[in-house]
């Protein structure tokens, strides 16, 4: 899938109440997309996170807590080979 379809079925969904991936068609890198995850952490209620240490994508993963929309730009194989998302942020560099 590319990242604006995956972007706008985000939007018409109103509430996701499991942590449900969508997977990119390749990966991309984040810093191509700042202005995208900038012009989304400015939402209200909305929090978007990547892994700072490789500035990679190939998987948008999404969940709805307590009102506030967590959006996950996630790199699938460093997640998996390292077992979590704790260098997540939300500030693109």
């Known amino acids: 899938m590319h990242i604006q379809n995956i972007l706008e079925k985000i939007d018409n ?5 499991d942590y449900t991936e969508f997977r990119l068609k390749l990966k991309i ?3 191509d997309f700042k202005n995208i995850i900038n012009k989304l952490n400015s939402r209200e209620n909305t929090i978007c ?9 190939d998987v948008i993963g ?12 996630d790199d699938d194989t460093f997640t998996m080979l390292n077992k979590g998302i704790d260098l997540q942020t939300s500030k693109v560099l």
Request: hydrophobic share 45%; aromatic share 18%; charged share 15%.
């Open 62 to 73: 999404v969940v709805d807590i307590n009102n506030i929309r967590y959006i996950d730009f």
């Open 29 to 31: 890198n984040i810093l």
């Open 49 to 57: 996170l990547y892994n700072s240490k490789t500035l990679t994508c």
């Open 13 to 17: 969904i109103k509430f996701f109440s």
